[in-house]
């Protein structure tokens, strides 16, 4: 089975902070994404990567980077953290351009629920 | 206009009913097509794709797909308690994996006991 895990599922940070959140997955994905979920706005995308090295911004990468030096790892940071990027983060991993159809399924992390404070 | 467009609900259905939940996209460009299902406090997991035109039956899960309206359905059949969910769909302008999944906001899926 695939196994997407991010490396915390709730974590308090106060405004200013710079926050790392990890993703890794075990299926050799070349792509991986990062999105936050929030009531009423359903899944936003803010970054996501195709290969090593590689990234390409979301839908609402303002306040976000990432960095992704090994194809398994995909991380998410914070600069300094805000009030507004408070809410659940997802990490996802799909396969790459070698596969089709059902196979191209994305598979969630449990996500990390960030409060800024 | 946002891109991928959902009802969010709630919708409530008897329990034993069918469920029906629709999705419209904006990008004529779209190639394929997903139905995720998310449990509350829980990661979505995939239960339907579809990339053709017409209908696609797995269990008690169809998937309807429109390119022309640019419209895509899940209908639940004898729906269960378990079903209450949230269901979120989602769209990629490729067959292949190496595109971004943009999702709806998806709907809030209550079955009546």
């Known amino acids: 089975d695939v196994k997407v895990t991010q490396s915390s599922r709730y974590l308090v940070k106060r405004t200013g902070e710079k926050v790392f959140l990890e993703c890794v997955q075990d299926m050799d994905h070349e792509n991986m994404f990062w999105y936050r979920q929030d009531p009423g706005l359903g899944l936003r995308l803010i970054y996501f990567s195709y290969d090593v090295k590689m990234k390409e911004k979301g839908d609402i990468p303002e306040g976000y980077s990432v960095s992704r030096e090994k194809k398994e790892r995909f991380s998410l940071i914070l600069e300094s953290a805000s009030t507004n990027q408070t809410s659940m983060y997802l990490c996802?991993?799909?396969?790459?351009?070698?596969?089709?159809?059902?196979?191209?399924?994305?598979?969630f992390g449990q996500g990390t629920r960030l409060t800024v404070v | 206009q946002k891109e991928v467009e959902q009802n969010s609900g709630p919708l409530s259905v008897p329990e034993g009913a069918i469920a029906s939940l629709n999705c419209t996209y904006s990008d004529r460009g779209s190639q394929s097509f997903f139905w995720y299902r998310q449990y509350s406090g829980k990661s979505p997991e995939l239960i339907m794709f579809i990339y053709s035109n017409g209908d696609k039956e797995d269990g008690r899960f169809t998937a309807q797909l429109n390119k022309a309206s640019q419209y895509v359905s899940l209908l639940i059949r004898d729906s269960q308690p378990s079903d209450s969910a949230t269901y979120l769909c989602a769209v990629s302008l490729s067959n292949f994996g190496n595109e971004k999944l943009t999702f709806g906001t998806g709907t809030r899926l209550t079955i009546i006991p």
């Open positions: 996802a991993s799909r396969p790459g351009q070698t596969m089709q159809g059902r196979d191209t399924e994305a598979f």
